[in-house]
Nanobody
């Protein structure tokens, strides 16, 4: 699976950004796709994920009500709409995918994902 992210940038607190993750070469089964972020000096953490077959979505408590993950099947693209951004949302955001799915309790475990994008920077001041 190949992943290409876009849409990062710098915004002021309270602003919005929308990230995109275009996936390809996934074979016959659409991958589950997640977004992770990593701030300087911190571990990479799961932000949200979508099981693209069922469209079931998972969110970290820190972003619930502010971030929305969505999937456009016709474009093979997963989006992350980020609203009411806070300085603590700053980090390098990675799109990740797995072709084998994951247990619902493990959606935020980075080891469940086999494929990773290059990352896109989000800076909130």
């Amino acid at each position: 699976v190949q992943l290409v992210e876009s849409g990062g940038g710098a915004v002021q607190a309270g602003g919005s950004l929308k990230l995109s993750c275009a996936y390809s070469n996934y074979g016959y089964i659409r991958p589950y796709v997640g977004w992770f972020r990593q701030a300087p000096g911190k571990e990479r953490e799961g932000v949200t994920s979508i099981a693209t077959v069922s469209e079931f979505k998972y969110y970290d408590d820190s972003v619930k009500g502010r971030f929305t993950i969505s999937h456009d099947m016709s474009r093979n693209t997963v989006y992350l709409q980020m609203d009411n951004l806070k300085p603590e949302d700053t980090g390098l955001y990675y799109c990740a995918a797995t072709r084998t799915g994951y247990h619902p309790n493990r959606w935020a475990d980075r080891h469940e994902y086999n494929f990773w994008g290059q990352g896109t920077q989000v800076t909130v001041s």
